[in-house]
């Protein structure tokens, strides 16, 4: 038997707990939110790393894909005072409310090669349907053939609220302006008893879902997300990721999941601190593990950070957002990583690879599109 070094300590075996999680995940049996949370509080991040990898290998093999996206927000003015938001007219350093016409403007200057523009942003007093279906209908004008990917369910069922119209026909009206599928934003954390302090006066999570569910019963494909490390418990962390399940067994609606780490620059929570690189990347071992049937899970990486967004392949994402291409101030008002977030293929491509993983670019629906000289 070969001798190791006297100073070599020997990983301690997995307790019995962990040993049982790990037999469910390497026999393709579901995990439960017991199971999640001893992931959590117990595993060791290398060893979960090792079975997060083995769920995103058997999902996606070792493609991790991109696409050339661009990013608009049409205003930071919003209605509601989320805790946590350092992006609204409240907490910003700056105000801004583009005109249709300026977001045609900023459509139009996007990078040829896009094949998706992405809109978010406040929810802005007394505006309904027509309005938002103006501006989709606008950025079709210029950008005719680029996949829209537009409004939060927070927005949405603000403008049903304003029409007096129900969930299914303000999407319907959404999606003959031109939407073809919907972000993940304002699902922040399910549990009623977090929202209350975090987020108080914005819609409730069965709100969100059945935004959501609507939407997939129209045809319309959506992402999640869920904003992790602020006040909440893991316990609140494996509802959501549970409330998220559900929904995807009964709709196959989802895309893909987005963590999105709390950041605490210039908003009322900033006391919360922040979790370290470690919580993040067991965060999205743990996500990638429980939500078996969401294809895939992305890491922003303008709020992680180059470094970190690579290293998170080995924990099971999939998918790095895109090239953005924009002064996105959602996350850089909060002290995000990037300030001015924007990245050329190349780097992309090489951040990825650098990982060992390999580089794809992809449609919105993460299609391959093969288009690339690299
Ligand atoms: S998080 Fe969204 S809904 Fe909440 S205050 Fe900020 S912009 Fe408004």
Sequence with gaps: MEEFPMNFVLPEPLNGNLQQVAAKV???KRIDRHDAEVLY????????????????RRINGVNTYYNHNFHIEPTNRCVYNCRFCSYNERNSRTVWDYSPEEIGRLAASAPERITE??????????????????????????????????????????????????????????????LDSIPGGGAEIFAEEIREKICPEKDDAETWLKVHETAHRLGIPTNATMLYGHIEHYSHRTDHLQRLRDLQDRTRGFNAFIPLKFK???????????????????????????????????????MIGRDIAQLSQHFGVDDLDGTIHDSTKIYSEAGAEEKNPSMDETALRSLIAGAGYIPVERD?????LNRSEH
């Design 364 to 368: 919105s629906l993460y299609r391959p």
């Design 41 to 56: 509080n117990e595993a060791p991040l290398g060893w979960l790393a090792s079975l997060a990898d083995t769920i995103r």
């Design 117 to 178: 523009i992405h809109v978010v942003g406040g929810v802005a007093p007394g505006r309904g349907t027509d309005y938002y279906a103006g501006l989709l209908r606008e950025i079709r004008r210029v950008r005719p053939g680029v996949h829209l990917k537009a409004y939060s369910a927070i927005e949405i069922s603000y403008m049903a609220k304003i029409d007096r119209i129900s969930l299914e026909e303000t999407l319907s009206r959404l999606k003959e302006a031109g």
């Design 26 to 28: 390497i026999s393709d």
């Design 264 to 302: 605490h620059a210039n908003n009322p929570m900033r006391e919360a601190g922040e979790v370290s690189v470690t919580e993040d990347l067991r965060n999205y071992a743990v996500s990638r593990i429980f939500l078996d049937n969401i294809p895939h899970l992305k890491a922003y990486w303008p």
